[in-house]
């Protein structure tokens, strides 16, 4: 099993709705998590950090569960702009150890 | 201010060549990371580097693969016989203590 798995998509939906996508990690000692965005053939850039309470960034809304070992990323009033990979990271009990999921694909169509 | 920023942005090599890439990470940041990645997939953890500590290279693939930090910022990915299978986006990453990573444009190598 992998440590950090995606859906890898594609997820295709119009533009103004909302999509929601998971990340499933396998170590429960785990302990920050976050989303990064990455366009096609660009690096990867911090969107969010996902907290313990869940945290909300405009159109953007993150949480953690933690009993189920999960993290969401829910995405309201959907632009073309969002079309990308979302990639799920979590880190262990060092900072070197940081795993990146493989991401999911989002395509926004108009 | 300024980013992470890599050099150079495309490399083109003949197989057996010896290769350098250069990160420089964003200023005060503590912690800086190698990550590959090729077409289509996801990112390949390589080497992290934390402030005066030894380095975790438990990503490195092969003995041909090496790394160093000068002074705490600057530092340089070399490939020493390059193979084909190493062609992909090298990407670099700098963070703080929050483990953050703020990543650098990448340098596309190539293997010919």
């Known amino acids: 099993r992998k440590e950090v798995e995606q859906d890898p998509g594609p997820f295709n939906v119009p533009e103004g709705a909302t999509v929601a996508f998971n990340c499933t990690y396998s170590?429960?000692?785990?302990?920050?998590f976050f989303w990064y965005r990455q366009d096609c053939r660009k690096e990867p850039k911090l969107l969010m950090s996902?907290?313990?309470s869940g945290n909300e960034d405009g159109r953007f809304t993150a949480q953690l569960n933690r009993a189920s070992q999960y993290i969401s990323l829910l995405i309201r009033d959907s632009k073309l702009s969002d079309s990308a990979t979302y990639l799920c990271?979590?880190?262990?009990?060092?900072?070197?150890?940081?795993?990146f999921g493989s991401g999911t694909r989002l395509s926004i169509r108009p | 201010g300024a980013g992470v920023s890599q050099s150079p942005s495309n490399k083109v090599t003949e197989k057996g060549k010896d290769v350098e890439l250069r990160c420089d990470p964003i200023?005060?940041?503590?912690?800086l990371y190698w990550y590959r990645q090729s077409l289509g997939q996801g990112l390949e953890f390589l080497i992290y580097?934390?402030?005066?500590?030894?380095?975790?290279k438990s990503g490195l693939p092969s003995d041909r693969f090496s790394a160093e930090r000068t002074g705490g910022s600057v530092s340089t990915l070399t490939i020493q016989r390059t193979q084909q299978e190493d062609s992909a986006v090298y990407l670099c990453?700098?963070?703080?203590?929050?483990?953050?990573?703020?990543f650098g444009p990448g340098t596309r190598l190539t293997v010919t």
């Open positions: 200023s005060g940041h503590t912690a």
């Open positions: 580097f934390q402030g005066n500590s030894a380095p975790d």
């Open positions: 990271v979590v880190s262990f009990s060092s900072a070197s150890k940081i795993i």
């Open positions: 996902v907290y313990s």
């Open positions: 990453a700098s963070a703080a203590s929050s483990y953050e990573q703020y």
């Open positions: 170590n429960s000692a785990s302990q920050s």
